[in-house]
């Protein structure tokens, strides 16, 4: 019969396979029914002590939605210019801990990053040398 077979997994109670010798495999294990055992008390990385939580009642803001063009310019140091002034807007409006107005999201918007070629290497300095291009002391980083 299947119940006095030891090689026998009980899929609807124990399934752990255990017996006297530590072996994992039932068969050589003198009690039919060991009583459990229970396991040691573990205990944990002891943790800080939390902060209680404080439910901030957070602004609701609203999606930009731009009219017209981004107003990019055609030119890549008035594009240097226009990044260098969202950045700067941008940390303003950080530091006042508020959202930007409509105004000023049409100016950031304008922020194109610095990854052209003309661009980034004009704006910031070669490693090495002293100065920027020609014509772009005034711009650059």
């Given at each position: 019969?299947s119940?006095d077979?030891p090689?026998?997994l009980?899929?609807f109670?124990?399934t ?5 010798l530590?072996?994992g495999?039932t068969?050589f294990?003198?009690?039919?029914s060991?009583a459990p055992?229970?396991p ?6 002891q ?7 404080v ?5 609701r803001?609203?999606n930009?939605?731009?009219?017209s063009?981004?107003g990019?310019?055609?030119g890549?140091k008035q594009r240097?210019r226009d990044?260098?002034?969202?950045i700067r ?6 530091a006042?801990d ?15 990053g610095?990854?052209?070629?003309d661009?980034?290497n004009a704006v ?8 920027f ?9």
């Amino acid at each position: 019969m299947s119940n006095d077979d030891p090689f026998t997994l009980d899929l609807f109670g124990n399934t752990a396979l255990s017996s006297g010798l530590g072996l994992g495999v039932t068969a050589f294990s003198d009690d039919p029914s060991p009583a459990p055992t229970e396991p040691e008390p573990t205990t944990g990385p002891q943790t800080a002590p939390g902060f209680p939580r404080v439910d901030a009642c957070a602004v609701r803001g609203e999606n930009f939605v731009l009219v017209s063009d981004r107003g990019l310019a055609r030119g890549w140091k008035q594009r240097a210019r226009d990044n260098l002034a969202a950045i700067r807007l941008a940390a303003d409006i950080e530091a006042a801990d508020r959202p930007a107005t409509v105004e000023e999201q049409a100016r950031l918007i304008r922020f194109t990053g610095f990854g052209a070629s003309d661009l980034a290497n004009a704006v910031f300095r070669r490693p090495g040398e002293d100065g920027f291009r020609k014509g772009w002391d005034e711009i650059g980083l």
